[in-house]
T-cell receptor, first 116, second 114 residues
Framework: AQSVAQPEDQVNVAEGNPLTVKCTYSVSGNPYLFWYVQYPNRGLQFLLKYITGDNLVKGSYGFEAEFNKSQTSFHLKKPSALVSDSALYFCAVRDGGAGNNRKLIWGLGTSLAVNP | AAGVIQSPRHLIKEKRETATLKCYPIPRHDTVYWYQQGPGQDPQFLISFYEKMQSDKGSIPDRFSAQQFSDYHSELNMSSLELGDSALYFC?????????????FGPGTRLTVT
């Protein structure tokens, strides 16, 4: 069965420091991996995705994520955190198999707090 | 750029009433998804449509139904509302046709059942 795990409910980091939000996944085939961010009382916003190709994916707002097949991980990173990055971050995976099933499996979310 | 539009943004209903939520996807997007998000929870997938046909079904209660119309907008119909249905309901759209498109989310409809 497909699953996504975000092992940390909350991540705290000082402004200017690098941040990492962890995500591991389990799928039967090749994974399609996504990161979304949700600000308070707002809808989810797409940050980046990994489909194939380079393991390091660059996305919006200076975020990037590294796909690691052997560790089945897709951690979200940013070299220098901003206070405005404080939000809820969701990792999601979709089975890369054929067909019209495009359902995403979501992690439980990680609350990122960037302290001034 | 055009985004996903949801209406209404806020809705207050009483128990046992019905509600209809509407979603207008990004132009040319052919796939619509519905999610329910409770306070502090991850989005729970309800149902999706591709080219006006149901493509996948998640944890949608039997009291709920949905459809996608010829103009690709979608409606989520909720009947016999319960207090536990109070949540944020998101619609998302993506471009299918074999491509792995990211989902673009609307701002959500906050449903409160009293």
């Amino acid at each position: 069965a497909q699953s996504v795990a975000q092992p940390e409910d909350q991540v705290n980091v000082a402004e200017g420091n690098p941040l990492t939000v962890k995500c591991t996944y389990s799928v039967s085939g090749n994974p399609y991996l996504f990161w979304y961010v949700q600000y308070p009382n707002r809808g989810l916003q797409f940050l980046l995705k990994y489909i194939t190709g380079d393991n390091l994916v660059k996305g919006s707002y200076g975020f990037e994520a590294e796909f690691n097949k052997s560790q089945t991980s897709f951690h979200l990173k940013k070299p220098s955190a901003l206070v405005s990055d404080s939000a809820l971050y969701f990792c999601a995976v979709r089975d890369g198999g054929a067909g019209n099933n495009r359902k995403l499996i979501w992690g439980l979310g990680t609350s990122l707090a960037v302290n001034p | 750029a055009a985004g996903v539009i949801q209406s209404p943004r806020h809705l207050i209903k009483e128990k046992r009433e019905t509600a209809t939520l509407k979603c207008y996807p990004i132009p040319r997007h052919d796939t619509v998804y519905w999610y329910q998000q409770g306070p502090g929870q991850d989005p729970q997938f309800l149902i999706s449509f591709y080219e006006k046909m149901q493509s996948d079904k998640g944890s949608i209660p039997d009291r709920f139904s949905a459809q996608q119309f010829s103009d690709y907008h979608s409606e989520l119909n909720m009947s016999s509302l319960e207090l536990g249905d109070s949540a944020l309901y998101f619609c998302a759209s993506s471009l299918g046709s074999g491509r792995v498109g990211e989902q673009y989310f609307g701002p959500g409809t906050r449903l409160t059942v009293t």
